[in-house]
């Protein structure tokens, strides 16, 4: 059964959501998530059964997608690190349900994603989005230069208000389509692309500023 | 365009350029901890009084304040016609299709973790405490499932407070909590797979907002009954027959 994918979908632990970035206007470019990451069906049978060690293997996997993604939406250390915790005591909790019908890593970035949007919520920084102004065009241009340097790109998504920012790095970096994004974050596809539009362009202005500030 | 012997190339798209950042570590090892919460017992969370009684007093005054707030201009028509899927959650489409975040309990850790029998008194996850703020742009039926989302979000958050590290003892309980919860899979694997139209997609937002009030409402008395040292079956009983 390949049904599409609901873009309402709750965004819980309760829920259903896409595990893998559905088909949307990117076609081929749409990004690969950094948890893409195989795990052997043998690892999931031994953690299933309970063993220390097949859990500190996943674990060990998946430490550094989880704290990323964490403290790409949540942009704090401290908070990312709790979302890791906890996602990790849920995958350890509920490894018993993954039942296989899609990649672990997607059940499991699931569960991350939750999280960090649980403690962004908990904060009332999923409130914190760049205001519309009705003039949402989507912008096409390639990044400014200045997003090749990491740390420059870093401090830039750092000031960006949270939700724009989740919105920004669910879309660019794990791929998911303005519908999904809707469901995780409990707001309208339009709302997503507002935030993306104006997000990309705070992003590109923010970066140009830096260029000028080094020439 | 490249200017700077230190600056790489230009990225092509946005999503190479977040793909080149680099992976980030915790500041500190956090597995020993994880391997520590798993070995010991499960904790329960000793709730003061003073705050189970206030969240039974918010959960006791909110149909109250529902009914009471300013009335919407798009009251909901499809409340409760929305179709009850059974199942649970983990029904999906295989690879490109969506697949189920986990189901809505939370198993005991490590020595059950061999023994994946799922336990209805859980916490769901996550949760929300207010609305998001209204945007000009959304329409009527927007308006009302934002409202319906908001609402979900809070009492999931509510359930999640009273379920964390309490699990119910009576067996009548534990069977119409994971009723309950069934129900609530159900519903979620409807809006995750099926193409909805406006109207059906209320209609089950509605039906998960109440069965997360029912939920909500017997976690805050088996909390309650806990505190008490009394017996919930009387309460169980008559949800049941």
Known sequence: MSAPTSPFAPASCLAFAPAVPAADARGGAAPRSAFAIEVPDTLLARARRGEAAAFEQLYRWFERPVYTLALRLCGDPEEAAEALQETMLKLLRRVGEYRGQGPFWGWLRQIAINEALLRLRRNRRLDEALPLDGHDFEDEAPPPPAAADAAALQRALARLPAATRSVLWLYHAEGYTHEEIAGLMQRTPSFSKSQLSRGTRRLRALLQVEESRHE | ????????????????????????????????????????????????????????????????????????????????????????????????????????????????????????????????????????????????????????????????????????????????????????????????????????????????????????SLAADQRLHALYGTSAGGYALVEVY
């Open chain 2, 1 to 216: 365009m490249n200017d700077t012997p230190a600056s790489p190339r230009t990225p092509a798209g946005w999503h190479e350029a977040f793909a080149a950042l680099p992976q980030e570590a915790p500041p500190s090892d956090l597995w020993p901890q994880l391997a520590a919460r798993l070995q010991a017992p499960r904790p329960r969370r000793h709730v003061p009084a003073w705050a189970l009684a206030a969240a039974v007093a918010a959960l006791a005054a909110a149909p109250a304040l529902w009914w009471l707030r300013p009335a919407p201009s798009t009251p909901p028509s499809a409340a409760m016609s929305a179709p009850m899927v059974a199942g649970t959650a983990g029904a999906t489409p295989a690879e490109a299709g969506p697949l189920p975040v986990p189901a809505p309990a939370d198993a005991p850790l490590l020595a059950a973790v061999a023994v994946p029998e799922p336990e209805p008194a859980a916490t769901p996850a996550p949760a929300a405490d207010t609305p998001a703020p209204r945007r000009a742009d959304t329409t009527g039926a927007d308006a009302t499932l934002q409202r319906l989302y908001a609402e979900s979000a809070r009492l999931e958050a509510l359930l999640a407070h009273l379920s964390d590290g309490f699990e119910p003892a009576e067996g009548v309980q534990v069977a119409l909590s994971a009723s309950l919860r069934g129900r609530l899979a159900g519903i979620d694997a409807a809006l995750a797979d099926a193409p909805l139209d406006e109207r059906e997609r209320a209609g089950l937002w509605h039906a998960r907002v109440d069965a997360l009030r029912q939920l909500t």
